[in-house]
């Protein structure tokens, strides 16, 4: 599958508690974008990233959120010390710099408890 | 970015052509139209795009008026598995995010 591929599809945490979402872009797409998405909206843009680079952050994203890429390839989404407004799912998309249209995966749903 | 507005929720008959409007009244020259769906418990799916000229790929036609204020998107023989929501988006050349609206619920019956 050369798809984007996104882990764990599902999470279940207890408040406080620390997640880590993992995200596979299309090997030859340099750019990578987070999103996240709560039941019966559309998908809020949370970063992206342009190789290792974050070029842009939502105002969304608190503190308690922090993304990598620090090869380049995968990504990582950290939500710290989570809380029940986390509860979402968090969508990756990955494309060609310039290109038009971004490829998602099929998220990861977070449920905190 | 500009803005679009999209009917909340449309029918449309399994085999018949599903037109899904989107209006764009501020849009720039710059600025493509895009349409993204999503079926449920999936990632949006990239559609199509158009910038002034009538486009049609595998999946839909898309169809730009001469000022560009509006679009429609159509699905040629709606099949059951095109019941989603689709979202119509408008952003520049070179955009780095997709600025999702809450789009149609397009639901496709038997």
């Known amino acids: 599958d050369t798809g984007v591929s996104q882990n764990p599809r599902h999470k279940i945490t207890k408040r406080g508690q620390n997640v880590t979402f993992r995200c596979d872009p299309i090997?030859?797409?340099?750019?990578l974008y987070w999103y996240r998405q709560t039941l019966g909206q559309g998908p809020e843009f949370l970063t992206y990233?342009?190789?290792?680079?974050?070029?842009?952050k939502s105002r969304l994203l608190s503190d308690r959120f922090s993304a990598e890429r620090p090869k380049g390839s995968f990504s990582t989404l950290e939500i710290q010390r989570t809380e029940q407004g986390d509860s979402a799912m968090y969508l990756c998309?990955?494309?060609?710099?310039?290109?038009?249209?971004?490829?998602f995966g099929p998220g990861t749903r977070l449920t905190v408890l | 970015d500009a803005k679009t507005t999209q009917p909340t929720s449309m029918d449309c008959a399994e085999g018949r052509a599903a037109n899904l409007p989107c209006n764009h009244s501020?849009?720039?020259?710059?600025?493509?139209v895009y349409w993204y769906r999503q079926i449920h418990s999936q990632g949006p799916q990239y559609i199509i795009h158009?910038?002034?000229n009538n486009e049609t790929n595998e999946m839909a036609s898309l169809i730009i008026t001469e000022d560009r204020k509006s679009s429609t998107l159509i699905l040629p023989h709606a099949t059951l598995r095109d019941t989603a929501v689709y979202y119509c988006?408008?952003?520049?050349?070179?955009?780095?995010?997709?600025?999702f609206g809450p789009g149609t619920s397009l639901s496709v019956i038997p």
């Open positions: 090997s030859e797409h340099n750019r």
């Open positions: 990233f342009q190789n290792e680079a974050q070029l842009e």
């Open positions: 998309a990955s494309s060609l710099a310039g290109s038009l249209g971004q490829y």
């Open positions: 501020t849009i720039s020259g710059n600025e493509y």
């Open positions: 988006i408008v952003s520049p050349v070179l955009y780095d995010k997709v600025i």
């Open positions: 158009g910038l002034k």
